[in-house]
């Protein structure tokens, strides 16, 4: 079950955080947006706001800071994970290019898929 919640989570971080020019709906300007991606267990992320000297975090960082809240996640214990983008123009970016809501409407298709996966290497 473990592995089943947590691999979903990726694929659909992932999939939020494809660029458009690889086919995805997140917008790269500067990178900021991007690199703001944070996760908190049972609390909202926090982290920097604004982009000021241009020098984000490469795509393995950004990923790493999500894939260690995932691992400390346990949803058998009532516990909920968090994730978002922190830069204060993250909600009208979303609202205009829909990179979080395009991801989550495949959380289903997703679940389905990865529990299939984790099923068949059992």
Avoid at 14 to 30: E, S
Avoid at 82 to 96: D, R, T
């Amino acid at each position: 079950m473990r592995a089943t919640y947590r691999t979903a989570t990726q694929e659909i971080v992932a999939d939020a955080q494809t660029p458009q020019g690889n086919d995805g709906r997140m917008p790269i300007d500067t990178g900021f947006l991007r690199a703001s991606i944070a996760a908190a267990i049972d609390s909202v992320p926090s982290g920097q706001t604004k982009g000021e000297d241009g020098n984000y975090p490469s795509v393995d960082v950004i990923g790493g800071n999500v894939a260690a809240t995932l691992l400390r996640w346990d949803m058998t214990k009532g516990q909920t994970i968090v994730i978002g983008w922190v830069a204060a123009y993250a909600p009208n970016m979303e609202y205009k290019y829909g990179f979080l809501r395009g991801a989550t409407e495949q959380w289903p298709k997703t679940v389905d898929s990865v529990a299939k996966r984790v099923r068949r290497s059992i």
